[in-house]
């Protein structure tokens, strides 16, 4: 992550990032400043990784404990994007299922604890 960012960089052709934006700042005798910006880089991607496994893996189980919402979310899908192209951010606010049913997996199944029960 760190060193093809940082090619790219030079070529300039980085997308703006948290890595991209701290490695312009960082003079290239930096060594320290590199060691710690690739060691905060990987914790951000770690903790980020946690919660992204955690809420697909409630995604996949409540999809097949409810075919029927798969069913209709997939509908939704496709009649707002087709099938020459997958969803993007701009079609969110076209795909209310779907951004019903995502917040349907976080509310039953929290990622992280929400306080005391």
Request: a neutral charge; hydrophobic letters at 35%; aromatic letters at 6%.
């Amino acid at each position: 992550m760190y060193l093809p960012n940082l090619s790219r960089q030079r070529q300039d052709r980085a997308i703006p990032s948290f890595i991209s934006e701290h490695l312009q700042r960082l003079k290239p005798e930096d060594a320290l400043g590199r060691e710690i910006l690739k060691r905060v880089s990987v914790s951000l991607y770690g903790a980020g990784t946690d919660t992204t496994v955690s809420a697909n893996a409630s995604f996949f189980h409540l999809m097949s404990l409810h075919p029927e919402v798969q069913r209709k979310a997939q509908e939704e899908i496709d009649r707002v994007v087709g099938h020459d192209r997958l969803p993007s951010a701009q079609d969110k606010k076209d795909l209310p299922y779907v951004n019903a049913i995502m917040k349907e997996v976080v509310r039953l199944n929290p990622i992280a604890p929400l306080g005391e029960s």
